[in-house]
């Protein structure tokens, strides 16, 4: 486990030299429609196969990804869809084999947060988890006008690592979306305090 943090502090120092921190001011947006937000009520996605289980909303649906299946461990990739948000939470899992495979896995979790949105984010905060069921991570918050504001990675650092992200099928807008951000952050944080592993999955 202290090999786990020593790589992910390495990551943290190195892509954060390249995130944009310059002050940032907007003045206030209107016109915006206003949204009405359901209740808080979650449902357990637990299905035969799946290394993984989580809690999801009941406003929600998750779907098999379609889109990557250039090797078996794709078809544990799913989508969380919100249609009554136009947003989706990309869910990407993969086996860890070897100790260079994981370090590589929490790199790349590093570079899709920084590297990929430095030219757009005023911010980007990156904040360690830890959760009861053994889930271990790092949750990046992305402020200004990029194309996802929410996006994790959780592992155990032994055999599983899962990757989210929140997108939105919308031009980017902090204003717009900051609310809607906001009310799905916490159903991301729900899902990875939920989350467990599954020792077998076929």
């Not at 937000?37 to 990804?65: I, L, N």
Request: with cysteine; charged share 20%; hydrophobic share 40%.
């Amino acid at each position: 486990m202290k090999q786990f943090w020593k790589i992910v502090f390495i990551a943290a120092l190195f892509f954060s030299l390249l995130a944009c921190n310059s002050d940032y001011t907007a003045g206030k947006k209107r016109g915006y429609y206003r949204i009405s937000f359901p209740e808080k009520k979650y449902q357990v996605f637990d299905q035969p196969g799946y290394p993984y289980t989580f809690e999801y909303p009941a406003y929600a649906t998750v779907s098999k990804d379609t889109t990557f299946f250039q090797d078996p461990v794709d078809d544990w990739w799913v989508n969380i869809d919100f249609p009554q948000f136009a947003g989706r939470i990309y869910v990407s899992y993969k086996p860890i084999t070897s100790r260079p495979v994981f370090d590589s896995l929490v790199q790349d979790g590093f570079k899709l947060a920084y590297r990929q949105h430095v030219n757009m984010a005023t911010q980007i905060e990156d904040s360690v988890m830890q959760t009861n069921n053994g889930v271990e991570g790092i949750y990046f918050s992305l402020g200004g006008n990029t194309a996802t504001a929410n996006q994790f990675f959780v592992t155990d650092s032994v055999r599983h690592f899962l990757r989210g992200a929140l997108y939105f099928d919308a031009t980017p807008n902090a204003d717009s979306l900051g609310i809607v951000n906001d009310f799905l952050k916490k159903d991301l944080l729900h899902l990875i305090n939920t989350l467990q592993w599954r020792t077998s999955t076929r």
